[in-house]
């Protein structure tokens, strides 16, 4: 599992695991929370991209910022987001980490510096470059990760950012989970250059490939683009090649791939990779994993016991955080 940049431990090994297998279980529990309308609105699935964000949080510090996409959720715990909070927030309660407000596709978290949860394809990519000119300007050494699919790179967000961010030397880290496809559009028939890292450096960042279904050669690529760029302040890409085992969405009949084309993918997950690997090089026994997938069901278990007993916010506070209220009995004028 090591590609030669990166030395870590066999306890380190089994805590990327267990993220994984955390983030698996807890999705796989929301899917069926969703069937049951438990959860409503939108739900994306990480299922299969689970080694970028274990990954890449490997490389960051507390006071990094992090801006993901409306596939979130696996971003989210992997930063620190108490599965409480997130799980709350899929059932709309007020106990949620958005209060309730935002649901799936909005966890936010400004203690663990997690900015979303963007519902607007590229729209974290702006917002990211916002963070990092604002860490610049404060002089801290900061680094603000973004995390994108391969769909964002079709938006003009994606070309200004990559533009700016090269233009005022900033400390952003750019990280594309390419899942080869934008929704239902394959990344062949939907992009001239597929090599979505030979678009970023021809902004002139420097750009990088590496297999995200490999959880050690992610946290590998991170941290030598992270020390990059707290020594020079200049932004870095990342490009994860990677694949979403469910549908784009729940509501995703998937017709545009067949099954033994997810079924090929599902046999070199994340998940599977590394549990072979340290099984077949004797760092870990079937039983180990049965403990850390039980002990990650009580703890997802909790979390759902919490959320059914949380509340719902009051109609009472229906009009918090609204900035103008529109006064109906004044007619319009200019």
Not at 178 to 202: D, F, Q, V
Request: glycine share 8%; net charge negative; with cysteine.
């Amino acid at each position: 599992m090591s590609n030669g940049k990166l030395h870590i431990s066999t306890p380190h090994l089994l805590f990327l695991l267990q993220q994984m297998i955390r983030i698996r279980r807890f999705e796989e529990r929301c899917s069926v929370l969703y069937q049951q309308q438990k959860i409503r609105g939108f739900l994306h699935l990480y299922d299969g991209e689970e080694a970028i964000a274990v990954g890449v949080m490997q490389a960051l510090m507390p006071a990094d910022a992090v801006v993901a996409t409306y596939r979130e959720h696996g971003h989210a715990l992997a930063r620190g987001v108490e599965m409480n909070s997130v799980m709350a927030e899929m059932y709309g309660k007020v106990t949620g980490c958005s209060g309730g407000r935002g649901g799936s596709m909005h966890l936010f978290d400004v203690k663990n510096r997690f900015y979303g949860g963007n519902a607007i394809v590229a729209g974290g990519l702006p917002i990211a470059v916002g963070l990092a000119l604002a860490d610049k300007l404060c002089g801290r050494n900061q680094i603000t990760a973004c995390f994108f699919g391969e769909g964002a790179v079709a938006e003009g967000e994606f070309h200004e950012s990559l533009n700016l961010a090269t233009l005022w030397d900033l400390p952003v880290l750019f990280i594309c989970e390419n899942n080869r496809y934008a929704m239902g559009t394959p990344l062949a028939i939907e992009e001239s250059e597929p090599n979505i890292y030979r678009k970023a450096a021809s902004y002139g960042l420097t750009a990088q490939v590496v297999d995200g279904m490999n959880v050690v050669d992610v946290e590998a690529a991170a941290k030598v683009a992270c020390n990059a760029i707290r020594n020079t302040g200049l932004p870095q890409f990342i490009e994860c090649q990677t694949y979403r085992f469910k549908g784009h969405s729940m509501f995703d009949t998937q017709l545009y791939r067949d099954s033994d084309e997810v079924a090929e993918w599902r046999a070199k997950g994340p998940i599977v990779q590394l549990r072979e690997w340290l099984m077949a090089n004797h760092l870990i026994e079937q039983a180990q994993v049965s403990e850390l997938e039980q002990a990650v069901d009580k703890e997802i278990e909790r979390a759902v016991e919490a959320a059914e007993a949380a509340d719902w916010e009051p109609e009472t506070d229906l009009m918090r955080h609204v900035y103008t209220l529109h006064d109906t009995s004044k007619p319009e004028g200019r």
